[in-house]
């Protein structure tokens, strides 16, 4: 971010990103936080581009544990059917290996 944008060096810069992001007008803002109103405009990009990259390690994060959950559903399917296959039992056999194919297609 830019050394010289006020609101990114104002020691109140969360609360003053939390009330853009719910939309307190410009005016607003400044006169309760000392700033100009296009400093606050100018700042939104700056705003815009810390929540994008928020985001994306959010989504990072969630994709970790939904590959975390995948394999173990994987672990799990591949002792059914493993089992079922030692017992003799290819309808469970066959279950585990269409749910298998589930999970890859979802």
């Known amino acids: 971010m830019d050394k ?3 609101v990114c060096n ?3 810069r969360p609360e003053i990103d939390r009330q853009l992001i719910r939309g307190v007008p410009y005016r607003a803002l400044a006169e ?3 700033l100009s109103s296009s400093a606050l405009r100018r700042h939104t ?3 815009a581009g810390a929540l994008d990259n ?3 390690h959010q989504d990072q994060a969630n994709l970790a544990v939904l590959l975390e959950r995948l394999d173990i559903l994987n672990l799990r399917l591949d002792r059914l059917f493993n089992t079922a ?3 003799h039992s290819l309808f469970v056999a066959l279950g ?3 749910e298998s194919l589930r999970l890859v297609e979802d």
Do not use: N, P, V
Request: aromatic share 4%; glycine share 4%.
């Open 4 to 6: 010289r944008c006020t």
């Open 54 to 56: 928020q985001r994306h």
């Open 85 to 87: 296959t030692d017992q």
């Open 32 to 34: 309760q936080f000392g």
């Open 96 to 98: 585990a290996i269409r």
């Open 45 to 47: 990009k700056h705003l």
């Open 10 to 12: 104002h020691a109140e």
